[in-house]
């Protein structure tokens, strides 16, 4: 292949879905050298069919607010590869949420999942309906709204969707009400559902757990640990709560969290008992994290985000591109020596770049914070076997395929002077397993 020449045609036939163009161009660069190694590949048109969603399903989703007026939403499932397992991935609710959004996020998602080592192809979806001030009774009119639409498209073996921006456990619960509702089927169709209801144990720690856990196996690269480490994390939803909850119990230091607002220091760092308030500020008040500041007295930057302070360690643990080159400069010139990101596609190009040139420790999202998509992953397994597992197994397992997809990314990705290339160790294993899974079931 010639990756310039793919990116081109995919720009031209499929133009305004920069994040999409951004996730391809990131992989195919990284790819193209072991792809051409194999020219059985190329023949069968591999890449193509690889970087293109197998189907997208787009519609209008429509529903009641309060006050009695009808409102109108679009919603979008991204099918994208099924060649390792039934598609599987999150559902976003966020104003920002258009096709090339999902689109990244699924193709992403292919290569992630494939990484875990479970059977789970790739997919996203989501609407952009924002949960912000909606009160609890239109949320689950429109999850019910949603699912009406998406409930053709879906099932246990054909794809399971979870949360995601938007989407937690009262979200999927919603969701999987109707979905039971319209097959009278009670069934794995969705992860991330409620423990009394064929949830797992550890779904809600599991992707700040894992992305802790990888941190962990870099850290140990270079012959250290967390302890006494100081750390930036941005965001203050499911993913930051439980990478903060993981970095404390290893003996860490978090001095910031944000949210689409601001971000918030505390050189005192934040305990367990401040981040049981961040939990109950933001799950059950759904308030502001300038709230803390006001509540503890620390500094809060309105409209920022927290890179230019001074850490060892960025998690970043909020949405796409949230990092750029400057941002990355301030925190090499701050001596960061590892960036892992908890939420996907955080870092630009450009950002990443400056990591790896400075040649700090640096995990894409793909692969550090791909224990979401295993637990799913093993909620699927113990929804087969009609079981539950203990939260102390489930762990044990999330730890194992943590330092598994480490492994990998080390193979695949040590370049000659000993520095490991995170990207590219993670994208050739996702993709390997991917291709290999493809050529053998023909041109499907
Ligand atoms: P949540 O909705 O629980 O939290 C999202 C957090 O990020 C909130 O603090 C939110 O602030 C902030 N945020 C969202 N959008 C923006 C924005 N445009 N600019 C600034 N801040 C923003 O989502 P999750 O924690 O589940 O997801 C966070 C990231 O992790 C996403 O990139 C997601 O794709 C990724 N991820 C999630 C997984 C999961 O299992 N949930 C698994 C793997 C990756 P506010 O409250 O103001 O909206
Ligand atoms: O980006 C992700 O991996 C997720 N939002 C979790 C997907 C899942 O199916 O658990």
């Not at 944000?258 to 008040?285: A, C, F, Q, T, V």
Request: proline share 4%; with cysteine; net charge neutral.
């Amino acid at each position: 292949m010639d990756a310039k020449k793919v990116l081109e045609d995919l720009k031209r036939r499929f133009p305004n879905e920069p994040e999409y163009h951004q996730a391809v161009e990131e992989v195919l660069g990284t790819i193209e050298e072991e792809y051409n190694k194999h020219p059985e590949f190329e023949k069968a048109n591999l890449i193509e069919r690889l970087c293109i969603p197998d189907r997208v399903y787009q519609f209008r989703v429509t529903w009641m607010d309060d006050k009695g007026q009808i409102q109108t939403n679009m919603g979008y499932r991204v099918q994208h590869n099924n060649a390792i397992g039934p598609y599987k991935g999150g559902i976003r609710f966020h104003s920002s949420v258009n096709l090339g959004i999902l689109k990244f996020l699924a193709f992403e998602q292919t290569f992630k999942n494939s990484l875990t080592t479970l059977p789970m192809g790739g997919a996203k979806g989501g609407s952009d309906f924002s949960p912000r001030g909606k009160s609890n009774a239109e949320v689950m009119r429109f999850c019910q709204a949603f699912m009406l639409e998406l409930g053709r498209h879906i099932g246990p073996d054909i794809d399971v969707p979870a949360g995601d921006i938007g989407v937690g456990g009262r979200e999927v619960g919603y969701m999987f009400g109707m979905y039971k509702k319209l097959t009278r089927e009670f069934s794995g169709v969705l992860t991330g559902k409620g423990i009394e209801f064929g949830g797992s144990l550890i779904r809600p720690e599991a992707t700040g757990y894992g992305n802790v856990y990888f941190l962990m196996e870099m850290l140990k690269t270079k012959g250290t640990d967390l302890k006494g480490k100081t750390v930036l994390i941005s965001g203050s939803g499911n993913v930051a709560q439980y990478t903060a909850e993981k970095v404390l119990q290893l003996g860490g230091k978090v001095l910031t969290m944000s949210d689409s607002n601001g971000y918030i220091y505390d050189p005192d760092g934040i305990d367990r008992e401040k981040l049981d308030y961040i939990m109950e500020l933001k799950n059950l008040y759904r308030g502001r994290i300038r709230e803390y500041a006001e509540k503890y007295g620390c500094k809060y930057v309105e409209g920022a985000r927290p890179w230019g302070e001074k850490a060892d360690i960025a998690l970043p643990s909020a949405t796409q591109n949230e990092i750029n080159g400057d941002d990355a400069r301030k925190l090499v010139a701050n001596g960061v020596m590892a960036v892992s990101e908890g939420a996907n596609m955080p870092s630009t190009p450009e950002a990443i770049r400056v990591f790896q040139d400075a040649k700090i420790l640096y995990a894409p999202g793909k692969a550090a914070n791909a224990g979401g998509v295993s637990v799913s992953g093993l909620e699927m397994s113990q929804n087969s076997e009609r079981l539950s597992w203990t939260a102390e197994e489930v762990d044990n397992r999330l730890h194992s395929i943590m330092e598994n997809i480490h492994q990998n990314c080390v193979k695949y990705g040590t370049e000659p002077d000993g520095y490991v290339n995170y990207v590219k160790g993670a994208n050739v294993a996702g993709f390997m397993k991917v291709a290999k899974a493809m050529m053998a079931q023909g041109i499907v």
